[in-house]
Antibody, heavy 121, light 109 residues
């Protein structure tokens, strides 16, 4: 079974750093893109960026460029999303998803279960 | 990069058909036949319902269908059922990036 399993919920203070993970299994991790998607409380889905684990080619949405870092460790089939200095506005559920498509990664399946990040003083 | 425009809510009675629109621009929806749709129940992972405008993944009911005309894509749910009550998001490739719609809440009356 193809699946993505994300790390557990996090509660952090403003200014702290954080790295959450997404582990793929059941498929060749290096041959598919992994995307990160944010859902703020009561809001919709926002595409943050994507990484190709084979060579760590990474693309960011302009809204998230410089705000987060996406990385991957292909040796353990895991992608990461990290912040160097969290803000309260980073409170959200973060999903990872496998990117598919003959023409670039344009559809996403499966998705991880989501990681709730709460940033509060 | 602006989100694609979806109606905030759509409702219908059981058995009816509803259509959710997704309007983008000539830089995304209008340029590529690469629109996908996701069903999302709160607290659960989103599920792919349609990809590349009209294709349906195995396991997804044939009551779900997709189409596109110009800068607007659409998702139609026929034979509406109570279990279809959820949030639905469109998504379009936009040249090395992807953009989601704002989401539509589907209510089954």
């Amino acid at each position: 079974e193809v699946q993505l399993v994300q790390s557990g919920p996090e509660v952090k203070k403003p200014g702290e750093s954080l790295k959450i993970s997404c582990k793929g299994s059941g498929y060749s991790f290096t041959t598919y893109w992994i995307a990160w998607v944010r859902q703020m409380p009561g809001k919709g889905l926002e595409w943050m960026g994507i990484i190709y684990p084979t060579d760590s080619d990474t693309r960011y949405s302009p809204s998230f460029q410089g705000q987060v870092t996406i990385s991957a460790d292909k040796s353990i089939s895991t992608a990461y999303l990290q912040w160097s200095s969290l803000k309260a506005s980073d409170t959200a559920i973060y999903y990872c998803a496998r990117g598919n498509g003959d023409y670039d990664a344009n559809w996403f399946d499966p998705w991880g279960q989501g990681t709730l990040v709460t940033v509060s003083s | 990069q602006s989100a694609l425009t979806q109606p905030a809510s759509v409702s219908g009675s059981p058995g009816q058909s509803i259509t959710i629109s997704c309007t983008g621009t000539s830089s995304d929806v209008g340029s590529y036949d690469l629109v996908s749709w996701y069903q999302h129940y709160p607290g659960r992972a989103p599920q792919l319902m349609i990809y590349e405008v009209t294709k349906r993944p195995s396991g997804v009911s044939n009551r779900f269908s997709g189409s596109k005309s110009g800068n607007t894509a659409s998702l139609t749910i026929s034979g509406l059922q109570a279990e279809d009550e959820a949030d639905y998001y469109c998504c379009s490739y936009a040249g090395s990036r992807v953009v989601f719609g704002g989401g539509t809440k589907v209510t089954v009356l």
